[in-house]
């Protein structure tokens, strides 16, 4: 079942770990694509792998008028545009707040929350012109507590949450569909390789042992959630928030002696 024939879909980071999964799944599903980001060369191979109904344009989220060129880009090329999806994103290196440079804060903020800013408020005239369509944004369960010595990525996440239902009520009544998913910890080299500045990578913070499914999550689980909430099969969700972790927020499970 090709769940997004003659549809068009845009995700930036679309060339990462989890980018480029959800991008394999929605073409899969019959998507026409456009992978956003700033990797020229491996955003370019992977429109060069799938080929017709694929395409590449370079985007730096934080860049308002390069957000617009890439929605006239998708609309050009493919007719319109029904699905967005806001999956670029940076990691801080962990410190403590007081040691945490205000550039350092800038950019991830700007990134992580202003690029998702911009991607809604670009996008939704051309998902309005199409009758309606998807908005899921990506954020991270570090989005729904506290977590020590990653202040600025958490509060880019937690402020995704409120933007994303904020858009939910705005854009409802044009059909348009704005949805938060969190992961855990997934295998990508965002987790499993270390962020600029830092000595250790995330995924050596967080075990899996004690998680009740205990394994790291894997990209396509991630992407399967995805395709459903930007279908039409989720028509009657928005403004909604989707764990995918594992049962990491649980707490240990514990077993019997």
């Known amino acids: 079942m090709s769940r997004f024939t003659d549809q068009t879909v845009l995700v930036t980071g679309g060339s990462g770990g989890q980018g480029a999964s959800h991008v394999r799944a929605f073409h899969a599903e ?24 694929a395409r590449f344009v370079r985007l730096d989220v934080t860049d308002q008028a390069a957000w617009q060129a890439a929605v006239a ?22 410190a403590p707040i007081e040691d945490t440079e205000k550039a350092r804060w800038d950019n991830i903020l700007e990134v992580n929350l202003t690029g998702t800013f911009l991607g809604i408020q670009s996008a939704t005239p051309a998902l309005r012109r199409a009758g309606g369509g998807s908005i899921v944004n990506i954020a991270s369960t570090m989005g729904l ?21 904020t858009a939910a009520l705005e854009l409802g009544r044009d059909r348009i569909r704005v949805n938060t ?12 390789e270390p962020a600029a500045g830092a000595a250790a990578p995330i995924a050596d913070f967080y075990s ?8 790291l999550g894997e990209p396509a689980d991630v992407t399967r959630l995805l395709l459903f909430l930007a279908s039409a099969d989720a028509s009657f ?5 989707y764990v995918i972790d594992g049962g990491l927020l649980l707490g240990p499970a514990l077993q019997p002696a």
């Open 237 to 241: 969700i928005t403004g909604s928030e």
């Open 181 to 192: 998913i969190h992961p855990g910890v997934i295998a990508t080299p965002f987790i499993t």
């Open 30 to 53: 019959g998507a026409n694509v456009v992978i956003a980001g700033i990797d020229v060369e491996r955003g370019l191979a992977l429109a060069q792998e799938l080929g017709e109904r």
């Open 208 to 215: 899996p042992d004690p998680f009740a499914i205990p394994r």
């Open 73 to 94: 880009d998708a609309q050009d090329a493919f007719g319109g545009l029904n699905v967005l999806v806001n999956n670029a994103g940076v990691q801080n290196p962990p």
């Open 145 to 165: 507590g506290g977590t020590a010595f990653y202040a600025p990525y958490v509060a880019s996440k937690w402020a995704v949450r409120g933007l994303t239902q």
